[in-house]
């Protein structure tokens, strides 16, 4: 018959434990995440007929979520948005910063031009309209800086969007957002 000694309990070992399992919680809730990005909201502010085209702008409202624990700065950046596979026009980030674990909405002018949509998508546009929803895809690279202490971040967050829009009233039927992020080691 074998016994064993009872361990003698040891604070060294204890206290590296704790501040083991502290710094994986650390690591883990510090682990960057892909910001958000939804549209809330399209309103016509100006519709021009220069007959055969038509040109339109909008101004776009996007809810921006940063569930990071840091800040975020980005630089400025062009958004495109594209029809049926046809770049129909873009609208303009400016540069400027999110706080940690926010929320806000951005509100983004664009212009279309319905040179395009005419030109090569008319027949479908008007399939769209008499059904009253089409199908607008976004894309926007945005870049900025993370900062922590005195450790700089550069990350890039791709976004690829597709909004459902009744063409009649500009209403936003549904969407579905995907983004990507790169962090880059400086």
Not at 29 to 35: E, L
Not at 137 to 162: M, P, T
């Amino acid at each position: 018959m074998t016994t064993t000694k009872p361990q003698k309990w040891s604070w060294p070992s204890a206290i590296i434990g704790a501040t083991t399992a502290a710094t994986t919680a650390a690591l883990i809730t510090a682990k960057p995440k892909d910001p958000a990005f939804e549209v809330i909201s399209i309103d016509l502010t100006s519709f021009k007929l220069n007959f055969p085209a038509l040109d339109a702008e909008l101004i776009l409202t996007v809810h921006v979520n940063n569930p990071n624990i840091v800040a975020i700065n980005y630089d400025t950046t062009t958004m495109s948005i594209f029809y049926d596979g046809s770049l129909l026009g873009t609208a303009r980030l400016e540069a400027g910063s999110q706080p940690a674990r926010s929320c806000r909405l951005v509100r983004l002018p664009a212009r279309l031009s319905g040179l395009e949509l005419v030109a090569h998508h008319v027949s479908r546009f008007m399939s769209d309209v008499a059904k009253r929803e089409m199908v607008i895809d976004a894309v926007v690279d945005v870049e900025g800086v993370a900062k922590v202490l005195w450790w700089e971040h550069k990350f890039r967050v791709h976004v690829d969007s597709r909004v459902s829009v009744d063409p009649v009233f500009l209403d936003v039927i549904d969407q579905d957002n995907r983004s990507q992020m790169e962090l880059f080691v400086s």
